[in-house]
């Protein structure tokens, strides 16, 4: 079975500092990855994703984030964070067989000034 | 182009009754997902269609939940006697193909309330 972890419920970032959203997953086979970002009342909206090839990718709003396959994670980041960066953050995997992606628990990203 | 459509965004039943979610996915969609969204419990797997096959029913917490799509399109998420444990918000989503390297669409939601 597959799952996903985020061991933070909670990040806390001042406006300008780098920011980390950790993800660590587990599954059988080559996982497919993803970062997804929840504002107020609003659906989920995909912000990246690692398939395959460079294990740095980079995805909208100035986010990326970091395959490790040693470590199993997929680390959410941004060099310069904005208070406009705060909602909730989701990782999630799938493999190329498995029907249903598998989320995490989410944590929420508060970026103060 | 538009979006994932749900209805109705908000919804408050009595326990007991039951309830229709809907979910009208992009156009061309082949791929359509249902997830619940608990308070700290992150988003849980309901029920999967992908084009005419058979749906992947495996999340669906008990026989009172069900779902069907019709014309490979729109679909509706019911839930019989509803109970308090129900409230959530139910999040439908869609993708191209449902291959496991597609980021899903996601609409805003139902939130479901059962008093």
């Known amino acids: 079975a597959q799952s996903v972890a985020q061991p933070e419920d909670q990040v806390n970032v001042a406006e300008g500092n780098p920011l980390t959203v950790k993800c660590t997953y587990s599954v059988s086979g080559n996982p497919y990855l993803f970062w997804y970002v929840q504002y107020p009342n609003r659906g989920l909206q995909f912000l990246l994703k690692y398939i395959t090839g460079d294990n740095l990718v980079k995805g909208s709003y100035g986010f990326e984030a970091e395959f490790n396959k040693s470590q199993t994670s997929f680390h959410l980041k941004k060099p310069s964070a904005l208070v406009s960066d705060s909602a909730l953050y989701f990782c999630?995997?799938?493999?190329?067989?498995?029907?249903?992606?598998?989320f995490g628990t989410g944590t929420r990203l508060q970026v103060t000034l | 182009g538009a979006g994932v459509s749900q209805s109705p965004s908000n919804k408050v039943t009595e326990k007991g009754k039951d309830v229709e979610l809907r979910c009208d996915p992009i156009?061309?969609?082949?791929?359509l997902y249902w997830y619940r969204q608990s308070l700290g419990q992150g988003l849980e797997f309901l029920i999967y269609?992908?084009?005419?096959?058979?749906?992947?029913k495996s999340g669906l917490p008990s026989d009172r939940f069900s779902a069907e799509r019709t014309g490979g399109s729109v679909s509706t998420l019911t839930i019989q006697r509803t109970q308090q444990e129900d409230s959530a918000v139910y999040l439908c989503?869609?993708?191209?193909?449902?291959?496991?390297?597609?980021?899903?669409?996601f609409g805003n939601g139902t939130r479901l309330t059962v008093t």
């Open positions: 999630a995997v799938n493999t190329g067989t498995a029907s249903k992606l598998t």
């Open positions: 156009s061309g969609h082949t791929a």
């Open positions: 989503a869609s993708s191209p193909r449902g291959q496991g390297n597609s980021p899903l669409h």
């Open positions: 269609f992908q084009g005419n096959s058979a749906p992947d």
